[in-house]
Antibody, heavy 120, light 111 residues
Framework: EVQLLQSGGGLVQPGGSLKLSCAAS????????MSWVRQAPGKGLEWVSI????????YYADSVKGRFTISRDNSKNTLYLQMNSLRAEDTAVYYC?????????????WGQGTLVTVSS | QSVLTQPPSVSGAPGQRVTISCIGS?????????VHWYQHFPETAPKLLIY???NRPSGVPDRFSGSKSGASASLVITGLQAEDEADYYC????????????FGGGTKLTV
């Protein structure tokens, strides 16, 4: 059974940093790209970042480029999101998600979500 | 402002049929990129409902179907059930946003 278990959310002050983790099990982690997607309060889903299976290529939404860093440790089956220079508008539930090899590469499994609150 | 445009809300009575539209442009859906649909209940993880425009993952009832034409896509739900009440999102890629998946703004379905 595929499982994505997230940790690391919480309350942080503006300008602060936080690192999210997503521990994967039930599939061959190093064969799949992984994404982070967030949902701000009362808003829709927003794609944040993606890292390919080897970790050698990463992409970011313009809203987080230069502040967030996605990474993965394939030896630990774990995905990370390092968030720096956090702003109030980064407040959201963050989901990690596995990219499928199905046609069009949809996100077929999602973590349970972790709340990040940026506030003084 | 989302790259993909969805109606904020739709509604229907039990047993009825509803359609949720997803309107894109020549840089995303119109460029031939696949459209996926997700079902999202509050406080839970989103669930893949339709992938590659028209395909249902294993376990998704055939009451849910997807289509794509030009720069737009649609999700159709027939035989509405109370448990279908949720938020629905379309998702694709945009060639103007390097590596970026793009989501629609979401549609709240009320049954």
């Amino acid at each position: 059974e595929v499982q994505l278990l997230q940790s690391g959310g919480g309350l942080v002050q503006p300008g602060g940093s936080l690192k999210l983790s997503c521990a994967a099990s039930g599939f061959t982690f190093d064969s799949y790209a992984m994404s982070w997607v967030r949902q701000a309060p009362g808003k829709g889903l927003e794609w944040v970042s993606i890292i390919i299976n080897s970790g050698s290529d990463t992409y970011y939404a313009d809203s987080v480029k230069g502040r967030f860093t996605i990474s993965r440790d394939n030896s630990k089956n774990t995905l990370y999101l390092q968030m720096n220079s956090l702003r109030a508008e980064d407040t959201a539930v963050y989901y990690c998600a596995k990219e499928s090899h199905l046609y069009g590469d949809p996100l077929d499994y999602w973590g349970q979500g972790t709340l990040v609150t940026v506030s003084s | 402002q989302s790259v993909l445009t969805q109606p904020p809300s739709v509604s229907g009575a039990p047993g009825q049929r509803v359609t949720i539209s997803c309107i894109g442009s020549s840089s995303n859906i119109g460029a031939g990129f696949a459209v996926h649909w997700y079902q999202h209940f509050p406080e839970t993880a989103p669930k893949l409902l339709i992938y590659g425009n028209t395909n249902r993952p294993s376990g998704v009832p055939d009451r849910f179907s997807g289509s794509k034409s030009g720069a737009s896509a649609s999700l159709v739900i027939t035989g509405l059930q109370a448990e279908d009440e949720a938020d629905y999102y379309c998702q694709s890629y945009d060639m103007n946003l390097s590596g970026a998946k793009v989501f629609g703004g979401g549609t709240k379905l009320t049954v």
